[in-house]
């Protein structure tokens, strides 16, 4: 799988759309771009993830670059509730021999201040 | 759905101690896997399966064993604990062959001394 680079972390103010940007300069064409994030030592949660089409859901929006070697992630008004590591992650799915496999990196550390 | 399940929250053991951490799912997923967390770092992948009696190895394998006898459940076993063990241990469950969005466990905090 791709590696990804993702700057240590993030200030945000609340209320305010927090953007987390994120480079997989060496993704595959099969290689789907997957953002998850942990709250102080909880499991990770799933946020969302993407081709190379914009995808949103209730959580977030993720922009994909045209040549998909960058993406960002954005939550559109950032709560205290958002503060959190955040991780990106590229991985295939079927087909290869690294599917299902989450290769976690160092992620961002996103600080929501009131 | 209790979605996935992890025993104990928290474990201490003294080195050489074996034990089993345990996993389990009621979403009939295929794919489950391991991970550890250390101290101020992202998860590392130890060992996961693709369906029942099928495993394959992570990144950071050794030390432990896994097995996968049925669907729901995913023990690990440490085989003779070490220091180096001491961990948060994260259980993680997905569909459609790994493909899908994985839902993770609450973790157990396991201290050798």
């Known amino acids: 799988d791709a590696k990804t680079t993702q700057p240590p972390s993030m200030d945000c103010a609340e209320g305010r759309a927090a953007n987390l940007p994120c480079n997989h300069s060496?993704?595959?064409?099969?290689?789907?771009v997957y953002w998850y994030r942990q709250i102080h030592s909880q499991g990770p949660q799933y946020i969302i993830h993407?081709?190379?089409n914009n995808e949103t859901n209730e959580m977030a929006s993720l922009i994909i670059t045209e040549d998909r070697k960058s993406s960002t992630l954005i939550l559109p008004h950032a709560t205290l509730r958002d503060t959190a590591v955040y991780y990106c992650?590229?991985?295939?799915?079927?087909?290869?021999?690294?599917?299902?496999?989450?290769?976690f990196g160092q992620g961002t550390t996103l600080q929501v201040k009131p | 759905n209790a979605g996935v399940t992890q025993t104990p929250k928290f474990q201490v053991l003294k080195t050489g101690q074996s034990m089993t951490l345990q996993c389990a799912q009621d979403?009939?997923?295929?794919?489950m896997s391991w991970y550890r967390q250390d101290p101020g770092m992202g998860l590392r992948l130890i060992h996961y399966?693709?369906?029942?009696?099928?495993?394959d190895q992570g990144e950071v394998p050794n030390g432990y064993n896994v097995s996968r006898s049925t669907t729901e459940d995913f023990p690990l076993r440490l085989l003779s604990a070490a220091p180096s063990q001491t961990s948060v241990y994260f259980c993680?469950?997905?569909?459609?062959?790994?493909?899908?969005?994985?839902?993770f466990g609450p973790g157990t905090r396991l201290t050798v001394t």
């Open positions: 993680a469950s997905s569909g459609i062959g790994g493909a899908g969005e994985q839902y």
């Open positions: 060496t993704i595959s064409g099969n290689e789907y």
């Open positions: 993407g081709l190379k």
């Open positions: 992650i590229v991985r295939a799915l079927r087909g290869s021999s690294n599917t299902g496999k989450l290769i």
């Open positions: 979403m009939n997923h295929e794919y």
């Open positions: 399966s693709v369906g029942a009696g099928i495993t």
